[in-house]
């Protein structure tokens, strides 16, 4: 079992910067690729930002060049960088791993951006 903590959701003005974080614990030493997925009010999840183990990105194109995902192997902890946030970048944002038993997920951290 892996539990993933999320921290980081705050309400923003838009043009504003907030950085997400998301730590796992439990049976960490068998993740693999790590990311956010975002759900807005009456909308399906989608995909924000993935991270291999090795280091490799992959974002979803309404985000590109705004947010940026790393993590730290260390402290199995993944994070997002969120830069010029809009409205429509609300939503809940959940971290998940891959492990090679199943995917796991947070329990989700509120963005919301508004004047």
């Known amino acids: 079992q892996v539990q993933l903590v999320e921290s980081g959701g705050d309400l923003v003005q838009p043009g504003g910067s907030l950085k997400l974080s998301c730590a796992a614990s439990g049976s960490s030493r068998t993740i693999s690729t790590m990311g956010w997925y975002r759900q807005a009010p009456g909308k399906q999840r989608k995909s924000v930002a993935t991270?291999?183990?090795?280091?490799?990105?992959d974002y979803a194109d309404s985000v590109k060049g705004r947010f940026t995902i790393s993590r730290d192997n260390a402290k199995n902890t993944v994070y997002l960088q969120m830069n010029n946030l809009t409205p429509e970048d609300t939503a809940v944002y959940y971290c998940?791993?891959?492990?090679?038993?199943?995917?796991?997920w947070g329990q989700g951290t509120q963005v919301t951006v508004s004047s």
């Open positions: 998940y791993c891959n492990t090679a038993v199943r995917r796991f």
């Open positions: 991270i291999t183990s090795g280091g490799s990105t």
